[in-house]
């Protein structure tokens, strides 16, 4: 986290508070209290939680040290922090689908409570670091609301009948774009956050990197294609693997994509409105990091590294494409985005930059201590929230996660 | 199952299932529809699925066999379809927790949608056969009556607060009642169901056993008998343990019965009314057949015979208790009377009596196949339907359950 | 355990400890030090661990207790008591296998010392309670030696290539005889052990119960009868299956008993010698409670109960076939003896017997410990050692459990 | 892999294959049959399989695509392959420690007959490919010696009572020498194996990286500093770790490294002598990556990265400390050497250098299918067998390994 806004800037700050606020709240309205009280599986939050854990951050880090601040329940301290050491003790992550009180009404009385208190903060002003925290917190919710949909159809996906989120029409089938590749010459580069305007603190400092010339996709990999590694054995030749991503293979049985299937001999794929027939051109979603290494060694290429890919991200013209729509959530995406559409896995492990230092205090919590055992994402999906996207920001997700929107794009030397 | 209701007697019928229906309903209102939904272990099922598996029976054994009946979603044989493997296949059982939807408030049109159908079967009149279904119907739905208060509180038991399912006025703490024996003279008897009335399937044939004499104590062990356990060591005490007991006790940690805690140096359990003072007078209550065992050793005694209990029973004067008020759930219990207060544990396992055979046809899984590994419990609790009660009835657990409202009853030669 | 040996009989003892401690050793010799040192699943123990275990017995319960005595090792203590809590800690079950020392020589030392020891305390005389012991202790070993040889070719049937226990030569496969039946009147019978003789504390009391007629087959379930049972969908049909039983079928994957399979086309099974053709004629070995229990059900029969089995056994002519060779192992059997050829599964569960009670100290823990959620088997099998069969005795298992050389004989009403 | 020996050398080659293979019968005649037999944990494997498997590999690899070689046991290519997917199927590797047969006698007619034909094949001349093979099969061979010695130590700490691999002198405990500072300039600098000699091909292509200026410790963090780190808390402030790093810290009860506990209030660790004083100066090993990280953390510093190691290594005066000794095995230790001593843990996840290509065929799954969630450990440790330890080589384990001899350098900007 760089705390970089030096004057205050209210108004503005107000309003982005409120937009961000009443985003949660309208994805939210898609779920029933059921639905936001269920947990698929320890990796995923139900919603009602998502919705309270975004209003403790405010009540934990900006409220409560602000001062004269009421809390709104002095046990929801203890069930709504997510992993944060240092504020003490908490409830165990894969057991908040049995904390079906407060409902997911009461979670929203929550949400106005602490709302009508930041609001009143930021109206009375706000120091530098207050302004920093608001920010910080508007991120990190949108953080969760990317993660709220992600969760939602993971729960929706593990019942019988896959029940859709959204209604929205069928889009058509076009075809994919072909493959064609950019050149990006070799050197010296400089790549993270240059400290303007807000990042996490994981995407600094800033740094030089060396490169050896190298090409990538100029779109990421499509269903289409993925049909062909699948018609080729794909998920049947160990060669073709890393040694752990072969026994993921054998354990989960994997053989398709995540929220694949087949009906009557045609693909489908579940997501945010039901079960639908697959589209070639779409870029190829919910595979893990294992699949998508196996799938570049397949195709004769590799995945990008972070650096390579920031830096081959920092020229293209059409950078954004779709980004979350409340009203349509996975529309028909085109690949050829490096910002909206999908995130894309990198061969990078998500580990700290050179001279990486944690901000002091329990928010310090945010990043760095994931270091270990993840793989970098970049890039943004279209369930990302417009304004949360940024070329040197650092997703990252434990190799064999398939939940998130999550695809690939080649590279070769 | 016995049918023996050789004339079809519609209006006292309707008149039960109507009550039977209304309170599990009744039952249901104490809980949020979060609450209805989530699943606290494999064992448990949510409150909602209670309540349209208890809907679900009626339609696959009386409705649509009479025929000309519309379900009300032909998604629901799946999902709530408890363990008939002859009906076809079913959600599995530790996942009925993700079923988010149908909604309570949809499971609630579902209920009612059946018992239209039944209703105007039942005024259409009835066959035998259709009669004791409908029997049998309401007393499965019975039994789910208690188990959606077992598993609504196991599942008020996970959150960290212990909410309370309703509010109720503290009891008083009366003395216990001193614990005196009664002998019963050894020989031939007869035990198990005479077939007149309801019965199900596993309480018959009647037969003969032949019993030593015996003393069986005039009221269950008490929560101010198990602190002398506690208190002497008895959760420390290896040789007080049967092997895999104390294999239990290691890796559950057990120092105490279920829902007990100690604050502030007092002793507190938590239920229905939430976290309160433990009464010393009554009986104690989710131990498991481990605990009662132990329990039995230590006290120089030993666990009755299920023959035993049942010819001990048949001439108490009170022998009814508190059986199940929806408007307290768990009051204040004397531990004297044989049905009502607690389950009782016995060293008997759960087998089939000599020339039992099951019901044709799906109905028959209703009991036959758990005969393995489980043990017999005898009695009724305090959350047992009144009507539903018997002297020949025979519950059954696992040995380590302990969710259930089951206490013990001492015997000696 | 019954002591009724009045007066010390020194000679005949002695010779029968000389005889059983030399079995056990010629049992070993077939085994390599590697063979002896593995540990192929928790509830199997290395041949190496029953040698030193056999002898810890006699030093912890007879050596120690009589003075004077000088231990081989006293690290033994801890590493080769099996479960008995009173005598302190113990190294973990499950963990057998990493024991590499002592060696398998060093164990035959640790033998001989103990053996010497015994050798002298007899010629010097015993008490009546030390004759007791030493009787206890050979019955002990008896019932290692078998599970020695059960445990041994459960090991050798992990391995890839099924190696042999020992040489023997192919046995031809005649006819297997036809299915008869005997009828048993109904009635009051005594069962139990008589306290003549030695006796395990669990086969008595002697007591009495009552019995319905009942047939009860004059030989074995044959592997002939198996394969009908296989032919037509047996292992697929869940109606034929207790609940956990079928659970068991899925998760094993259970399609056949254990170490059968299907080579070629043929049907063969592994044993002390390897693999083998399956013999149309022998009774059927290692299966598990759940399938016999199964196998029954289809034929339209039940598995008797242990007094059931015990009273028809008394007045059979030809009561004992086929006890431990160990030459051989396995050697054809007819299936027709109800004391040698295999153990039989009873639909009796495990319990204590009215008015039993364990032996003081720690040897009482050998039997009553163990009285839950298991399962008895009568007779004996073709790996019981001779003169440790006996008609009351009652042998038991869990119900997944296939290692055991336990097959079934059917009961009709 | 680099092959890059032009002429074949024929008699050097055989002299280094005849000291190599030696070298790992003499560390076998450590550890009896028994010890040879057992495998303590998934991730080790029994010493006999890695006698066994390092002769499949010259079998595999060189013999048989030489023609004209008749295997020993045709069953070895099942049982002894590692992890070559191309290779075919084989033994699953958790359960390497139930072949008791081939015996530990039977391998080392096997390793004979493996070497007669190796040495045939080297005097009758090798290719350019060959030699190769026979290269990389020596050093596959050094890396199992220090597996072997690895595996079989954590075999016997698993023992109760910890016995010694081999009988050594105590050693005295010296002073720790104090810790001093090396700093090191940024800049573009080559790192990577430069193809002259041996090396693996994970080590290549050499490549250029740009470093900032650092501080490089002196020597590695010996057991007073980790005493000093226990002290202050270090186990117990989830502040200093990781997230997945603080989960494995309460998951395994972590509170010292690895083999070390107290005994009557004095530090002692076990290890190839068995349970020693531990020494103050050593350096500190057996820890994982986690507590490494932690460590460093605490200390006000961090881990290199490899880049950092590699190139603070290049003019180290006296590189080479204490390389492996089949006598002593772990001798007393002075952390000043970054090649013999301990493997230090960098901060460098094991990926792929810029350009990496794995070597075609089977034997390209040496290196490349591991790279993913390991960490790179550089130097080498006194268990290494001299000559195989390279400035470039890249061990790598995952974050929780605690088996190897891996300590720890610190670094700082």
Redesign the interface.
């Given at each position: 986290m760089t705390l970089t806004l030096k004057t205050p800037a209210t108004s503005p700050l107000l309003a982005r508070f409120l937009d961000v606020r009443a985003l949660t709240e309208r994805l939210a309205t898609r779920l029933?209290?059921?639905?936001?009280?269920?947990q698929?599986m320890p990796d995923a939050s139900p919603t009602?939680w998502h919705r309270a854990h975004t209003s403790w951050f405010f009540e934990e880090f900006l409220l409560d040290p602000a001062g004269g601040y009421r809390p709104f329940d002095p046990?929801f301290r203890?069930?709504f922090n997510s992993?944060y050491?240092?504020v003490g003790p908490r409830?165990p992550r894969p057991?908040r689908?049995?904390?079906?009180?407060p409902?997911?009404a009461e979670v929203g009385r929550y949400r106005e409570h602490v709302e009508q208190a930041v609001i009143a903060l930021i109206q009375s002003g706000l120091g530098q670091a207050q302004v920093g925290i608001v920010e910080l917190g508007l991120n990190h919710e949108q953080q969760h609301q990317e993660l709220l949909v992600m969760d939602a159809l993971h729960?929706?996906s593990?019942?019988?009948?896959g029940?859709a989120m959204i209604d929205r029409p069928v889009e058509d089938d076009p075809d994919p774009v072909p493959l064609t590749w950019r050149a990006i010459t070799g050197g010296?580069y400089e790549i993270g956050h240059d400290g303007v305007g807000f990042a996490y603190d994981n995407e600094g400092p800033r740094?030089?990197?060396?490169?050896?010339p190298f090409e990538i996709a100029q779109r990421a990999v499509t269903n289409e294609d993925w049909l062909a590694f699948i018609a080729d054995g794909g998920y049947a030749r160990?060669?073709l693997?890393?040694?752990?991503?072969?026994a993921a293979v054998q354990q989960h049985g994997w053989q398709v994509p995540g929220y694949w299937q087949q009906q009557d001999g045609q693909w489908v794929a579940f997501g945010s409105g039901g079960v639908r027939p697959l589209r070639r051109a779409e870029p190829v979603c919910h595979v893990s990091?294992?699949e998508a290494?196996a799938y570049a060694r397949w195709a004769g290429a590799r995945l990008p590294t972070e650096a390579e890919w920031e830096v081959a991200a920092r020229d293209v013209a059409e950078l954004r494409g779709q980004l979350l729509d409340p009203d349509r959530l996975h529309p028909g995406l085109t690949g050829r985005h490096m910002l909206g559409d999908v995130w894309e896995w990198t061969?990078?492990?998500y580990?700290?930059y050179?001279?990486f230092r944690p901000v002091e205090g329990a928010v310090g919590?945010y990043n760095g201590?994931?270091?270990?055992?993840q793989?970098v994402l970049r890039g943004a999906s279209c369930v990302t929230p417009a304004g949360h996207e940024r070329l040197t920001y650092r997703n990252f997700y434990p190799?064999a996660a398939r939940w998130a929107f999550a695809g690939l794009r080649l590279a070769r030397?």
């Open positions: 029933s209290p059921e639905d936001q009280t269920a698929s009602k046990t203890y069930l992993y050491e240092a409830h057991q689908g049995l904390v079906t009180r409902s997911a729960l929706l593990c019942h019988p009948f029940p010296l740094h030089t990197v060396h490169l050896v160990p060669e693997w890393l040694s752990d991503g072969w990091f294992y290494d061969s990078s492990a580990l700290a050179p001279g919590e201590k994931f270091m270990s055992d793989h190799a030397p």
